[in-house]
């Protein structure tokens, strides 16, 4: 079993900043690419940021320069700062990670979610 489990959500007031981490435990082989996504209240989820075993980053027009996602293979955790954060930015907050794990007698690529963490940005 592999599991992502988020941190570092709360209220925070507008221009304010906070850090989200995401740690991956269990039997796993690698993690390839991982992600941020949020849902606001009564909308979708969507992505906010991505970024690939490499070290390559994508983000939504509307945190680019905002936020920054990052990671440490070391430690299997992955990051999201998030500075100037706006009331629009309000949203329980997912991490999701693409793992490599042995099961059944081969590899398997698994897509994992975590439970998510709220962020609430008033003041």
């Known amino acids: 079993q592999v599991q992502l489990v988020e941190s570092g959500g709360g209220l925070v007031q507008p221009g304010g900043s906070l850090r989200l981490s995401c740690a991956v435990s269990?039997?796993?082989?690698?993690?390839?690419?991982a992600g941020w996504y949020r849902q606001a209240p009564g909308k979708q989820r969507e992505p906010v940021a991505t970024i690939t075993s490499g070290g390559t980053t994508n983000y939504a027009d509307s945190v680019k320069g905002r936020f920054t996602i990052s990671r440490d293979n070391a430690k299997n955790t992955v990051y999201l700062q998030m500075n100037s954060l706006k009331p629009e930015d309000t949203a329980v907050y997912y991490c999701n990670a693409g793992v490599v794990m042995w099961a059944s007698g081969s590899y398997k690529y698994v897509e994992v979610w975590g439970q998510g963490t709220l962020v609430t940005v008033s003041s």
């Open positions: 269990g039997m796993f082989f690698s993690i390839n690419a």
